[in-house]
Nanobody, 118 residues
Framework: VQLQVSGGGLVQAGGSLRLSCAAS????????MGWFRQAPGKEREFVAG????????DYAISVKGRFTISRDRAKNTLYLQMNSLKPEDTALYYC????????????WGQGTLVTVSS
């Protein structure tokens, strides 16, 4: 499966952005999808995840209450609504799929840059 990420950009602190991750292919039914990010000079970190079937979600503590992950199964698309953005949210954001519960995240999208100015 190929994942196409869009929606990044430059925003002022306190602003909002919505990222999208569209999956290609006729059959797309992963166990879970996730958003990750990597800031300059830092390791990639988990941001949010969603069970594709049930819609149950989990978040990194740093974004909980500000970011919302969602999916549209009919469109094979994953979203990340980011509100109350902070300069420390600046990073390259990726989406990835977890095919089954026992496998790691894979099929990484190409990433989109989110820059939050103070």
């Amino acid at each position: 499966v190929q994942l196409q990420v869009s929606g990044g950009g430059l925003v002022q602190a306190g602003g909002s952005l919505r990222l999208s991750c569209a999956a290609s292919g006729r059959t797309f039914s992963p166990y879970r999808m996730g958003w990750f990010r990597q800031a300059p000079g830092k390791e990639r970190e988990f941001v949010a995840g969603i069970r594709w079937s049930s819609g149950s979600t989990d978040y990194a503590i740093s974004v909980k209450g500000r970011f919302t992950i969602s999916r549209d199964r009919a469109k094979n698309t994953l979203y990340l609504q980011m509100n109350s953005l902070k300069p420390e949210d600046t990073a390259l954001y990726y989406c990835a799929s977890q095919v089954v519960r026992t496998t790691p995240f894979g099929s990484w999208g190409q990433g989109t840059l989110v820059t939050v100015s103070s």
